[in-house]
């Protein structure tokens, strides 16, 4: 009953930054935990960030603490990837997942190209 839409990739030089946007309808998903995976040409989809329902508890990739940011707005059924300091390692399409239960929902992706 959730449908979900990633906007806000683009193309960056290294060292730059971006916010990913998640949006939600059909329904709210305040009550669901969200996260963001990404996944690269030739790679396997990874693990980038995931925050609770209450807006608390995130959690971060290894790789992206210090450098990224996840929020939500559940006013706006909205959830935030603020990513900063960009690298090109972090080029790939980012998706966003929302999940309660057994309950678990994908959205098509959206695209982040860093130029070095």
């Known amino acids: 009953q959730v449908q979900l839409v990633e906007s806000g990739g683009g193309w960056v030089q290294t060292g730059g930054s971006l916010r990913l946007s998640c949006a939600a309808s059909?329904?709210?998903?305040?009550?669901?935990?969200v996260g963001w995976f990404r996944q690269a040409p030739g790679k396997e989809r990874e693990f980038v960030a995931a925050?609770?329902?209450?807006?608390?508890?995130?959690d971060y990739e290894d790789s992206v603490k210090g450098r990224f940011t996840i929020s939500r707005d559940n006013a706006k059924n909205t959830v935030y990837l603020q990513m900063n300091s960009l690298k090109p390692e972090d080029m790939a399409v980012y998706y966003c997942?929302?999940?309660?239960?057994?309950?678990?929902?994908w959205g098509q992706g959206t695209r982040v190209t860093v130029s070095s």
């Open positions: 059909g329904r709210t998903f305040s009550s669901y935990n």
């Open positions: 997942n929302a999940q309660w239960g057994s309950l678990d929902y």
């Open positions: 925050i609770k329902w209450s807006g608390g508890s995130t």
